[in-house]
């Protein structure tokens, strides 16, 4: 999938935090470190609406629920992921 380019503002603190990431080797440049703390973002927004959801189901219905969502997710950030 091809990228696109937007602009995004952040604080220093957050820049810098940023910047040691591309200097230390942990990503390539500031796209890529901006973009990975995104995608884990809202990864980790999609467990908690889950988990949210699954709370109103009884135990059962809940472990069901929850084994065909993570085999779901894994299947669309594999192929978002590529």
């Known amino acids: 999938m091809a990228n696109v380019r937007i602009a995004v503002a952040l604080d220093r603190r957050a820049l810098r ?7 230390d080797g942990t ?4 796209s890529r470190a901006i973009e990975a703390a995104i995608l884990e973002s809202l990864g980790r927004f999609k467990r908690r609406r889950l988990a ?31």
């Open 17 to 23: 935090c940023v910047d040691r990431l591309v200097s």
């Open 52 to 82: 949210r959801e699954c709370s109103k189901l009884d135990a059962r219905t809940e472990k069901s629920v929850a084994e065909a969502g993570c085999r779901e997710d894994s299947r669309r950030e594999s192929k978002a992921c590529r």
């Open 27 to 30: 990503y390539q440049n500031r």
